[in-house]
């Protein structure tokens, strides 16, 4: 999970724009529901502030009159496809540091997410808040999926948070080659909605199967390195140690950190499990 500054882009600037080069006729239904576009995102803005997005009911129309389906063909047709939106959807992609999923923290960004599902909640589909920059796995997970309780939702890239201190962590199991388990483990001092947001957006997500394929890679280097140069116990603890120093500093709780932390304090890797 990864923090993305909110895009400083107008809501009715955006909403106008797509519509903008639609046929005259289909052009004024759009226009007759800007107000409530503009309205709409203000809400959007407040609830996600506070934590309330959950609290948006699902609708089939905008305003009684749009359809979804024409809400997702304004996205699809004219903010992917047409130069004039397609410029928002680049500059709100390019907003991902190093092109890195916030989502997740191991995926490369191929695409906007709709953080409320646009089949779902469709008074948003263009709304920029509501686009989060993601992996394919991220966003073809998630599909239209989306929470009904304050405790289930998901990490928000642009109004959560929890990156200060960790919650991500991973044990070693003793097995041969040796595997690794990532859980979540809040701090104590945590409200119980945070605490559950964590946890509903790691299992959401999947992030401990796709961190333990990740972590699978590392540590198949990792042993054909410590079996090549016969370290000591004591020197392999130090390299490790060394590792999760450095991408602590980065990222409190990316799955790296949550790795080679486990690997250090882990006598039985650092004597033996490690040339497993
Ligand atoms: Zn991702």
Redesign the pocket.
Known sequence: MRVISKPNISPIRTYVRCYSSFIAATKINFRNITRFIGTSSTDYDQKAHNKNLYTFSIHTHVQGSISKDDMVKLYNNKMVRHHTGRKIYDKLLSLAPLSR???????T?TTLDHYLPEAKFPTFSVLPYNLVA??????TGKLASYATTQNTQTLHPYYDNFTTEQWLFARVLQTSPVSIEFYVNPPTTWSQVDKDRVQSHFDN?KLDT?FSVEASNVLADLREGFILFHSSPMDIQQELHKEFMKYQSRYKNSWETALFQALYQSQWYCNRGCRL
């Open positions: 999923c916030p989502f997740c923290g191991v995926g960004v993601s992996c394919k796995d991220c966003n997500y796709r």
